[in-house]
């Protein structure tokens, strides 16, 4: 009697060690679904393109990578903007910035900052400008209220003057050199 006692309490603890693994190998082996990624290319005034950006899902947002050629060199303000519209020369098609939560503009603005706000973009001597880095405000997701994928989509829009990062509702970056739709 004390052997089955033994048995049956052994082939119940190699029962449930079973399922253990069997649920652990089933969790890893699904797959993740890879990150989403979207190509953006950037015109200027002449509907002629000056770079592209490249934006990518990632667990805390959204990686921005942006490349410019042909701008002026200096400082340029650079936001997401609320639609998906880029009719040159001015860019106002694009609306204002993209602002869900219905903040004041800027970084250093203590009722901000917009969801589209940016850091700026810094152009060299031969015009050449990059921008890499993670804004962890808005997402790819569709369906969210900051995902950069609304109804009306949004867009990229790099100013002719740096942002002040603290003027609402612009930063005081001037008008409009280039925008890329995102959608």
Do not use: W, Y
């Amino acid at each position: 009697m004390k052997s089955m006692q033994i048995m049956v309490t052994a082939s119940l603890g190699l029962m449930l060690l079973s399922g253990c693994q069997t649920v652990r190998s089933t969790s890893v082996a699904e797959p993740t679904a890879p990150p989403e990624t979207v190509r953006v290319t950037l015109i200027g005034a002449d509907n002629q393109s000056v770079g592209s950006a490249q934006l990518t899902a990632v667990s805390n947002g959204v990686q921005m990578d942006v490349q410019v050629s042909g701008l002026s060199p200096g400082v340029h303000g650079l936001h997401i903007h609320e639609k998906a519209r880029c009719e040159a020369p001015t860019f106002d098609s694009a609306g204002s910035h993209f602002n869900p939560h219905q903040k004041e503009h800027g970084f250093l603005n203590p009722k901000g900052a917009h969801a589209g706000d940016l850091p700026n973009l810094v152009v060299d001597a031969q015009g050449n400008g990059r921008f890499s880095g993670v804004t962890k405000v808005v997402v790819l997701d569709r369906g969210k209220s900051n995902s950069l994928f609304k109804p009306d989509g949004t867009s990229l829009v790099i100013h002719e003057k740096a942002d002040d990062l603290k003027t609402d509702p612009s930063g005081n970056s001037g008008k409009r050199i280039a925008c890329g739709a995102v959608k």
